[in-house]
């Protein structure tokens, strides 16, 4: 299994969807194999046509607000005292988390094709929030699958769905989370196909998906690339670019334009959800070694049992409570370009702590992973190591679970 | 020897009638009462159709998720199932049983493994929900080999070039799914449009056995007798439900309704 250059990774696949051969595939229903066929031929026009090229760059300027901010975080840099701790402010994004970039291509897709309902899944409420909005931009009617479990613990990103006139449909299946959702949200689009369109929240599902996913969040390291050239006049020598993985769609899109960069200059750190420190239980099946197996139509690493049912996962980010992860990321991780590791829900509260003491910044709780490792590693790097967090996501949508762990201090009064 | 499968469907042809496959889910409500039902309903029933629980279904409906659940939480495993269908073989060795799943599980088994131990337990058919074709091209060729029909689905989305491929390479019986839904949707379509897709199918290779299944129930079965066989599984699964919320013999209860289907396609 090899990395290619100069091809991006959502290119090198297989004509049946497979990377390294091995990971992702369209282990869908026969209902479906038309529509992603007709998926899958309008985005391979699409994305060589400047027209829709040029479309997304406005949308992404105009509406989502491009570039989001990239700041050195002097302080907590100083309190550390190793490596300069930077971040990409995705946050700054309209909506407040990268998960709009890919809704706003799935809706600029939707409408072209002719189509007038576009369903999506969601965990933390950030994809739905998003997709609800794109939607009502381009004027799609929208249905937001969540888990039970994540409408209890993300009401502010509900209330914003609804908002948008989306209608939030709750499952009570199996974990009452993100990979319930993802079911349902197929079942429907399973039965809806010829009138709606689906878009997956994140680089997972039938292989196109996972395409169309990559492509879009890949808008971040085309930010921070430029940006990074301009701080410093070119790429660090010793760049490390630390981000969360739960399905894997924000950290792919802030490596992606850095793929080709040896792992000396630039290494990738995704942190996956380790779960509560006391629970066997965890959301992060490429550091603790799960197996392959076929969840959501890919293979992939998924926590699992012997018989292939799927296990349930546990974490306080209900963005990254996610059995599977990203092919793209499999592959990463098999190839050796990423290294995985993964922080416990505790190390994730202190890292947002430490974070909000000394930076005004408000990660959620899925980037604050990504702090945890960060903030660990930085004491032991030198001064001129680069170290970039992705802050994918804006801790408002959390205020709930920081109150009742943190105590009232830690909740913005908006 | 002729498969069962096709010995079942030559039988129903000579009465003149569609065979009537049913669908239940392993374990469900438990292993030796879903053992119970297979013996009991297979009087009436020409194929049975042993659902493979899975907890992430992807194409299943509430019913079949319920007894899918229920069965998982009853704590089936593979080999439980493999054993079921032993156990049934052991009281009707001619009787035949399809397995339908999704891959994740014969994935995890080990392909050859799996089909080895199909062939033991006495499995005549597969269906896999989420392999379609070509992906499934190849493992439908090992099936081959073990004289176990890999059963191709078909659906009212599949292109007329790709309907023709995947007869061609189909094995002697196919699933066409009635409509866009998953399983155990209400009939949104009127029969006799299905029954239209349903005779283009046919005319590609009339030699080939292809059922219907899809939102089939007691009320609808009656309308599509004229083809080759015809499924019914969320209905069933409901009736388990219902018997166990009424405290009541899912046993009794479901041989009654598969009787009731039978007589509606006499």
Redesign the interface.
């Known amino acids: 299994m090899k990395l290619k250059k100069k091809i991006p990774l959502i290119d090198q696949v297989s004509k049946?969807g497979f990377w390294g051969n091995k990971f992702g595939?369209?282990?869908?229903?026969?209902?479906?194999?038309?529509?992603i066929e007709d998926l899958e031929i309008q985005f391979n026009k699409l994305k060589k046509d400047k027209k829709f090229i040029n479309e997304r760059n406005r949308y992404f300027k105009n509406w989502i607000g491009s570039p989001t901010r990239f700041i050195k975080l002097e302080k907590l840099t100083n309190h550390i005292g190793g490596a300069q701790i930077w971040s990409k402010v995705v946050s700054d994004a309209n909506g407040g988390a990268h998960k709009v970039y890919n809704a706003t291509v799935h809706c600029l897709l939707a409408k072209r094709s002719g189509k007038k309902i576009i369903c999506g899944d969601t965990g933390a409420g950030y994809a739905g929030k998003m997709l609800s909005m794109a939607a009502k931009k381009f004027g799609l009617k929208c249905k937001i699958f969540m888990g039970a479990k994540d409408i209890a613990r993300q009401q502010p990103n509900v209330k914003a769905i609804k908002k948008n006139g989306a209608e939030v449909i709750p499952v009570y299946?199996?974990s009452q989370t993100l990979?319930?959702a993802v079911?349902e949200c197929?079942?429907f689009w399973?039965?809806?196909?010829?009138t709606a369109a689906m878009c997956v929240g994140s680089t997972v599902g039938p292989a196109i998906f996972v395409r169309i996913c990559g492509w879009s969040t890949s808008q971040i390291s085309r930010e921070l690339k430029v940006q990074l050239i301009e701080e410093f006049g070119s790429i660090p020598k010793k760049l490390k670019l630390y981000n969360c993985v739960g399905g894997g769609s924000s950290s792919f899109g802030f490596w992606n334009e850095f793929m080709d960069y040896d792992k000396k200059q630039c290494e990738f750190i995704g942190v996956e959800a380790g779960g509560p420190a006391r629970s066997k239980k965890h959301a992060a099946p490429l550091t603790y070694g799960s197996?392959i197996?076929?969840?959501?139509?890919a293979a992939q690493y998924v926590n699992?049992d012997?018989?292939?049912?799927?296990e349930e996962t546990e974490s306080i980010s209900a963005g990254l409570d996610y059995p599977g992860v990203s092919p793209l990321h499999c592959f990463l991780k098999d190839t050796k370009r990423a290294r995985y590791t993964a922080a416990s829900d505790e190390e994730a509260l202190n890292a947002f702590k430490t974070v909000t003491k000394y930076e005004k910044l408000r990660p959620s709780l899925e980037p604050s992973h990504a702090f945890s490792v960060a903030i660990k590693e930085a004491k032991k790097l030198s001064k001129d190591t680069i170290i970039v967090v992705n802050s994918c996501g804006d801790a408002y949508k959390d205020r709930g679970i920081l109150e009742k762990r943190l105590g009232r201090k830690y909740v913005k009064p908006n | 020897m002729l498969n069962p499968i096709s010995a079942a469907f030559k039988k129903a042809k000579q009465e003149n009638r569609s065979a009537l496959l049913t669908y239940t889910v392993a374990g469900d409500s438990s292993k030796k009462q879903s053992l119970d039902i297979l013996k009991s309903i297979s009087k009436d029933a020409d194929i049975l159709e042993v659902g493979v629980p899975h907890n992430t279904p992807v194409a299943d409906g509430s019913q079949i998720q319920t007894s899918a659940y229920r069965a998982i939480k009853n704590g089936i495993k593979m080999n439980d199932i493999f054993k079921i269908v032993k156990d049934f073989k052991q009281s009707n060795k001619y009787k035949p049983i399809i397995l339908m799943g999704y891959f994740n599980m014969i994935f995890q088994y080990g392909e050859n493994n799996f089909l080895n131990k199909c062939r033991s337990s006495g499995v005549n058919g597969l269906i896999v929900v989420d392999l379609p074709w070509p992906e499934n091209k190849y493992f439908a060729k090992k099936c081959k080999k073990k004289s176990i029909y890999f059963i191709q689905l078909l659906s009212p989305t599949t292109t007329k070039i790709r309907l023709k491929k995947i007869i061609k390479d189909s094995h002697p019986m196919s699933y066409f799914i009635s409509m866009l839904s998953t399983t155990g949707g209400k009939l949104k379509v009127s029969p006799k449009d299905i029954l239209k897709n349903y005779i283009k199918i046919k005319k590609i290779d009339p030699k080939k056995e292809v059922v219907i299944g899809f939102g089939i129930t007691e009320k609808t079965i009656g309308k599509f007798k004229s083809a080759d066989g015809l499924v019914v599984g969320s209905a069933i699964c409901k009736e388990i439900s219902n018997s166990l919320k009424h405290r009541q013999n899912p046993v009794t209860n479901v041989s009654k309704l598969v009787k009731k289907l039978k007589s509606k396609i006499i």
């Open positions: 049946s595939g369209n282990f869908v229903p026969e209902t479906l194999k038309k529509p299946s199996g990979v319930d079911s197929m079942r399973v039965a809806n196909c010829d197996k197996g076929i969840l959501h139509g699992q012997s018989d292939g049912q799927i």
